[in-house]
């Protein structure tokens, strides 16, 4: 098993092996005390509050579907789609992502990024040795254009398969997706394993827990997007877990100069579908 790729307050149990330290998405019990937990039913798409078993989560938010409260003003622009992709096709994607290379990640996870070089403290981009979006992800994109209606104007110019294993103890940090280069959809295809994205925010006393079901799609948008952040803990990785992330240019990049000089390249760049990992 590879090191770690661990810094700041970050750690994976490959680290915590050797160190004393606490995973960050831990929360701790005084903390959880003051979080009402809100679930996010797939089938009504609306929220409900109700104590659920962790091993029964998603059987349950089922269950529970004409039971809920009314919680439509804490949080906008969840969509969770089920069954997006066929077995057959999941087959097939992980066969094409496994021929290449994975590098160690932040928190116990490992990724492959096709996209461009981007440095956010400095606000700077290029197309680095960007060469496209990979072959096998054409079919996805051009699914989301013609299936849903709120993406058909979707134009990703960046794709991230981040691998979770639970030996690793591999998690997410609860963060906000850059605002200055990416747009108002993030876009995930969930692979192998059921699991649970976890959206939390200082400004209020809740969080909210949404399935990610084997096979589907989860867009986030609005203030679910912009002033949540999402994460994934670690108790929520039963087995391992691939994540295709697709991300669109912010309006500051599709006009304009900047669309001229960095945004049109871009976008013609990612829709040739040869792209090879720029990670390195």
Same mark, same amino acid.
């Given at each position: =098993?590879?090191?770690c790729a661990c810094s700041g ?6 680290c915590?092996?050797?160190k004393?330290v ?6 701790d019990?005084?903390?959880? =005390?003051?979080?009402? $937990?809100?679930i996010?039913?797939v089938q009504c798409?609306?929220l409900y509050s109700?104590?659920v078993?962790?091993e029964?989560?998603l059987q349950? $938010?089922v ?5 809920h409260?009314c919680?439509?003003d ?9 069954d997006?992709?066929t077995?057959n096709e999941e087959e ?6 496994e021929k290449f290379p994975w590098q160690?990640?932040?928190s116990g996870?490992?990724?492959q990024?096709?996209?461009p070089k981007?440095n ?7 197309s680095?040795n960007f060469?496209g979006?990979p072959?096998f992800s ?7 254009h013609?299936?849903v209606?709120q993406?058909?104007?979707f ?7 981040? *691998?979770?294993?639970p030996e690793?103890?591999?998690s997410?940090?609860?963060h906000? *997706? *850059?605002?200055w280069?990416w747009?108002e959809?993030l876009? $995930?295809v969930n ?6 994205l976890?959206?939390s *925010?200082?400004?209020?006393?809740y969080?909210? +827990?949404?399935p990610?079901?084997r ?13 949540? =952040?999402h994460?994934i ?7 391992? +877990?691939i ?10 990049f599709?006009?304009g100069e ?14 040739s579908f040869n792209?090879?990992?720029t990670?390195?």
């Open positions: =098993m590879a090191d307050i970050r750690s994976c149990l490959l915590e092996s050797k004393d606490k995973n960050s998405l831990e929360f019990s005084n903390h959880e =005390m003051k979080l009402k $937990t809100l996010f039913c798409q609306k109700e104590t078993f962790q029964d989560f349950n $938010t269950q529970s579907c004409s039971k409260d919680f439509e804490i949080v906008s622009g969840i969509t969770v789609i089920e997006f992709i077995k097939f994607m992980l066969a094409e992502i160690v990640s932040q996870r490992q990724k990024d096709f996209g981007v956010f403290k400095k606000k700077k981009l290029r680095g060469t979006l072959k054409q079919f996805i994109v051009e699914r989301l013609k299936a209606a993406l058909q104007s134009h990703p110019v960046e794709l991230c398969n981040l *691998d979770y294993s690793r103890g591999a997410i940090d609860p906000i *997706d *850059d605002t280069l747009g959809h876009v $995930t692979l192998l394993s059921d699991t649970i976890t959206l *925010d200082s400004k209020h006393f969080e909210i +827990r949404i990610m079901p096979l589907s799609l989860v867009i986030l948008k609005g203030n679910a997007r912009n002033t949540w =952040m994460g803990k670690r108790e929520d990785i039963k087995s391992r +877990r994540a295709i992330t697709l991300r669109e240019l912010s309006e500051e599709l006009s900047a669309y001229t000089q960095i945004g049109r390249p871009l976008l013609e760049l990612a829709a792209g090879l990992p990670s390195t």
